[in-house]
């Protein structure tokens, strides 16, 4: 058996060595567009707000023609409140430099509702959609979106 093995192994190698010896490819352009990322960032704690826009943050960074919407509901939507801040500061700047650079802030309707809260009391920086569960939902099966829960 190892008189059989020994020629097939030595073809194999001849046939990839031209692989091993072959030039490096150039360095990759900067990203298409077809190369974003679409993610979506659910919130249903406010309390890890600002560690997820960060996260946001540095995913920008690190790949700036991502798609990322963020969406809140249940206790997540305290941090997009008018007037919204937690012991370092208020939340609507770091909101807004995010919806600047493409981010998408989206609140749950239901939670308003059982709050009693009308639209009027988000930011102007997020959007009010009926429900949080159906947009993480909608924009993971109907949009491709990927799932992070920071």
């Known amino acids: 058996m190892t008189r059989v093995l020994t020629p097939l192994l030595a073809a194999l190698f001849l046939a990839c060595a031209p692989m091993a010896h072959a030039a490096p490819q150039a360095e990759a352009a900067a990203p298409a567009a077809s190369d974003e990322a679409k993610v979506v960032y659910h919130i249903n704690d406010a309390s890890v707000a600002r560690a997820a826009m960060n996260n946001i943050n540095n995913e920008l960074n690190a790949s700036p023609t991502d798609k990322i919407v963020v969406v809140a509901h249940g206790k997540g939507i305290d941090f997009l409140l008018n007037d919204a801040k937690d012991?370092?500061?208020?939340?609507?700047?770091?909101?807004?430099?995010?919806?600047?650079?493409?981010?998408?802030?989206?609140?749950?309707?239901?939670?308003?509702?059982?709050?009693?809260l009308g639209p009027d009391a988000v930011i102007m920086e997020a959007k009010v959609v009926p429900?949080?569960?159906?947009?993480?939902?909608?924009?993971?099966?109907?949009?491709?979106y990927v799932y992070i829960k920071p």
Request: glycine letters at 10%; a positive charge.
């Open 87 to 116: 012991d370092k500061g208020a939340f609507e700047s770091q909101v807004a430099a995010l919806k600047n650079r493409g981010v998408d802030f989206r609140v749950c309707n239901n939670t308003l509702m059982s709050r009693k």
């Open 131 to 144: 429900s949080g569960v159906a947009e993480l939902a909608r924009l993971q099966a109907k949009e491709g």
